[in-house]
């Protein structure tokens, strides 16, 4: 009998202490927010968005070029119980640029430039492909029944990016430049701004920063609107 209100003692006190430890953190992989208040650790912010290349010298096409991200692959978010959210993560981005038909990027010597294809050429396509970590900061605010606002700052360090450039010559043979480690910007800063409903949201993206560094290459800024689920 003593053996037996030993073992019990011994159930009662480990329960009783991992209850209060989950009194203060709370562990949340589930992508989506939870209204646990205080700090919670969170994965989530899938992203998807068309991106616009805000640009005088490329003609890069909305509809045709894209963006996905995935905000916070590992965070931390704090809930204040009064309707505010704050997380902060680290994330994967990839931003994918792509040319009106008529033109194409060009790596010389000198940079990246845009030009038109050869004479009596069938343009195929021209990208320009850019690889980040990014390093959210995004803050939310309750403003209606599972309705929210969210606002924040993403540092981006793109750390790979790539040309393809692709056509059918005159002759008939299709033609394929690829340059890889061209001259991005190492670090570069977004703006993100959006209204969620329960678990979907739609933002607005956008960066002052060039996508190309300067003297390298066409000045570029970046514009994308999308869909971002589990912020």
Not at 165 to 178: C, N, R
Request: with cysteine.
């Amino acid at each position: 009998m003593k053996r037996v209100l030993i073992a019990l003692c011994l159930l009662f006190s480990f329960f009783g202490a991992r209850a209060q430890e989950q009194e203060y953190i709370q562990v949340d992989w589930y992508p989506l927010l939870t209204d646990s208040v205080g700090f919670n650790i969170t994965s989530g912010g899938i992203a998807f968005g068309f991106v616009d290349g805000i640009s005088s010298e490329a003609d890069v096409k909305m509809g045709r070029s894209f963006q996905i991200s995935w905000l916070n692959v590992i965070g931390a978010k704090f809930n204040t119980g009064h309707g505010q959210r704050i997380s902060v993560g680290v994330g994967l981005d990839w931003k994918n640029y792509k040319l009106a038909s008529s033109q194409r990027f060009v790596v010389g010597d000198g940079g990246v430039s845009v030009q038109p294809y050869p004479a009596g050429a069938k343009p195929c396509k021209s990208r320009l492909k850019v690889f980040a970590l990014e390093l959210p900061v995004i803050i939310r605010q309750r403003i209606g029944s599972r309705v929210d606002l969210f606002a924040g700052e993403i540092t981006n360090f793109n750390v790979h990016s790539s040309i393809v450039s692709k056509w059918e010559s005159a002759e008939g043979t299709v033609e394929e430049a690829t340059t890889k480690g061209i001259h991005t910007a190492p670090v570069t800063f977004d703006l993100i701004a959006g209204v969620a409903y329960r678990k979907v949201g739609a933002y607005l993206r956008y960066s002052p920063c060039r996508v190309i560094k300067e003297g390298y290459g066409p000045k570029i800024n970046t514009l994308s609107v999308g869909l971002v689920l589990g912020l």
